[in-house]
């Protein structure tokens, strides 16, 4: 049976608890034996390998060098990491070491909650196959992304506050490798009702299983 650790806490705004709670229950749906915790201790009073795979889910948080450390480790012996929107994307702006397993930094969400499409652009992937583009009402993410990433979604800047952004083709979902792990991130997920849009939800799901070990 799969292991996955998930670990959530940091700016309630961004429903931490209750989006955790989501795919939590879909992994153990899918036969996964899940664990979830609030604390950040879990990175380190513990043998992280048991684990296939490690979901943090801190918006605007700090890791302590020692935590970050035992994380980056873990991944690059093969655990997998996986993630969405501000809980991994933006959870420790002072850790590049942490960002740069991610593969991405959020930096803005352009005119805040917005109506936006979302373009599938790899229908072949097993993430994506089957799936259309689909519409969202949230944050638009305008993020620092590493060249290295495998893009699957993408989405089209249009906006009000920064006119010179329009027309950028921004990623949305992504997956990449740290060394032996895999990585999956979708910038989609502002608060748990995002995930009531199936192809948010479906494609969560899907990346969360395909980055375990």
Same mark, same amino acid.
């Given at each position: 049976? #799969? #292991?996955?650790?998930?670990? =959530?806490?940091? =700016?309630?705004? $961004? ?16 036969? !996964? &034996? ?7 201790? +879990? ?13 943090? +889910?801190?918006?605007?948080? &700090?890791?302590?060098?020692?935590? +970050? ?8 012996? %093969?655990?997998?990491? %996986?993630? *969405? ?20 930094? *959020? ?22 196959? %089957? ?26 800047? &249009? !906006?009000?506050?920064?006119? *010179?952004?329009?027309? !950028?083709?921004?990623?949305?979902? *992504? #997956?990449?490798? +740290?060394? #032996? ?8 997920? $502002? ?10 939800? &479906? ?6 299983? =395909?980055?375990?070990?």
């Amino acid at each position: 049976m #799969k #292991k996955a650790l998930m670990t =959530w806490g940091g =700016w309630d705004g $961004h429903d931490p608890e209750q989006t955790t709670s989501i795919f939590a229950s879909l992994m153990r749906a899918d036969g !996964c &034996e899940v664990t979830v915790t609030d604390t950040l201790e +879990c990175l380190t009073d513990r043998d992280l390998t048991q684990y296939d795979l490690i979901v943090p +889910c801190w918006t605007m948080s &700090e890791i302590s060098s020692d935590q +970050c450390a035992a994380l980056v480790t873990a991944v690059k012996s %093969g655990v997998g990491f %996986g993630g *969405w929107h501000g809980g991994a994307g933006d959870a420790f702006r002072q850790s590049t070491p942490y960002q740069f397993i991610v593969g991405g930094q *959020w930096v803005a969400h352009l005119d805040n909650v917005k109506d936006y499409t979302v373009q599938i652009i790899d229908h072949d992937d097993p993430i994506t196959a %089957g799936l259309n583009d689909f519409a969202m009402h949230s944050e638009q993410y305008y993020m620092h992304v590493d060249p290295s990433n495998e893009v699957l979604v993408t989405t089209t800047v &249009e !906006c009000e506050e920064a006119p *010179w952004a329009n027309g !950028c083709v921004m990623p949305v979902v *992504w #997956k990449r490798y +740290c060394d #032996k792990g895999r990585v999956f991130y979708s910038s989609l997920g $502002h608060v748990a009702s995002d995930f009531d849009v199936p192809e948010a939800r &479906e494609i969560q799901r899907r990346g969360l299983l =395909w980055a375990m070990r």
